[in-house]
């Protein structure tokens, strides 16, 4: 199982961003994925999961952020717009242990395997 996050950077308050989490080795569309930030000096935290019947969110995420996947490419996308500092972090993709961003999608727990982060910086 491979996941790779990418498209991480500097953008400035208010801007967008999308992120994509490229996944290889297991049926993908058969699983739940799920993003998780983590700042500096902070826990890491859920933003959004996504599976064949669900899309989650995170409070500080609706409304901002949006998330797709397109299971012929085997690759899942969090497009997050009006960006704050806050938002600055961290960000990692992850494979549910099934097909279901059930009610506790939100904790690390509730994953089995992780890509590696990819850096958004919110600043101007």
């Known amino acids: 199982v491979q996941l790779q996050a990418s498209g991480g950077g500097l953008v400035q308050p208010g801007g967008s961003r999308r992120l994509s989490c490229s996944a290889s080795g297991f049926r993908f569309d058969n699983y739940g994925i799920g993003w998780f930030r983590q700042a500096p000096g902070k826990e890491r935290e859920g933003v959004s999961c996504i599976s064949r019947s669900k899309v989650r969110y995170a409070d500080s995420a609706k409304g901002r952020f949006t998330i797709s996947r397109d299971n012929a490419k085997s690759t899942v996308y969090l497009q997050m717009n009006s960006l704050k500092p806050e938002d600055t972090a961290d960000y990692y993709c992850?494979?549910?242990?099934?097909?279901?961003?059930?009610?506790?999608?939100?904790?690390?727990?509730?994953?089995?395997?992780w890509g590696q982060g990819t850096l958004v910086t919110v600043s101007s």
């Open positions: 992850a494979k549910d242990y099934d097909n279901w961003c059930g009610s506790n999608w939100y904790l690390s727990s509730a994953y089995e395997s």
